[in-house]
């Protein structure tokens, strides 16, 4: 499914930073693990992942640092900052309550149902 880029806005920053806060990435590394963590619904093109990590990198909330990979080829490595990590922590508590919002929305009394059912 092609999702609206106004939609994606948000949360691809948010998925990268996300990956970033369990080791540091190099790009096509980032475009392999969004796909494959969000079970293909999350695609990442060069694109669009560039100017992501270099807007991300001019905000302070990662940084990069070209590493020689085992091939001998240089290969720029992204990590997240401090900064980065509290901006992760605030956007996760967000994205918690919009998921939970929208959940209640969308579904309506359903979602509660389904929770005493599974409980």
Known sequence: MQFEREL????????????LRLRAMYGYELVKEVSEKSDGVLKLG????????????AQGLIE???QEAK???GRKYYRLTD????????????????????????????QSRMAVLFS
């Open 8 to 19: 994606l806005k948000g949360v691809l920053p948010l998925a990268v930073l996300k990956l």
């Open 64 to 66: 990069s640092e070209w």
């Open 83 to 110: 900064a980065g990590t509290k901006r992760l922590e605030r956007d996760l508590l967000q994205w918690d309550e919009l998921v939970r919002g929208m959940g209640r929305l969308v579904l309506g009394g359903l």
């Open 71 to 73: 091939s001998g080829r």
């Open 46 to 57: 060069q694109s669009t992942l560039y100017p992501l990590l270099y807007n991300l990198e």
